[in-house]
């Protein structure tokens, strides 16, 4: 799932740090993954989780983060 798409890869462990911080019960256990990408000529970072069984069980996951005030999105990869 992706959390943020953000501009420096130090933003994007900052958000991590901050979604873990605030949702505990939901970040527990889980890795961050920030991936470098190109938009518009600009260098940006997705920072994403997986480790998903099934993309039922991702979309059950960003539920929880949506309910608590979070951004979420499920993508093609878990």
């Excluded at 462990?13 to 190109?38: H, I, N, Q, T, Y």
């Excluded at 518009?40 to 039922?56: E, H, I, N, Q, V």
């Excluded at 059950?60 to 999105?73: I, L, P, Q, T, W």
Aim: glycine content about 10%; aromatic content about 8%.
């Amino acid at each position: 799932v992706q959390l943020a798409a953000l501009t420096s890869q130090e933003a994007a462990m900052a958000e991590w740090s901050r979604l873990e911080k605030r949702m505990p019960d939901v970040f527990g256990g889980r890795r961050p993954a920030v991936v470098k990408f190109e938009k518009d000529g600009k260098t940006m970072w997705r920072l994403r989780t997986g480790g998903f069984t099934d993309a039922s069980q991702a979309s059950s996951f960003c539920e929880k983060v949506r309910a608590k005030g979070g951004n979420c999105m499920v993508t093609g990869n878990s």
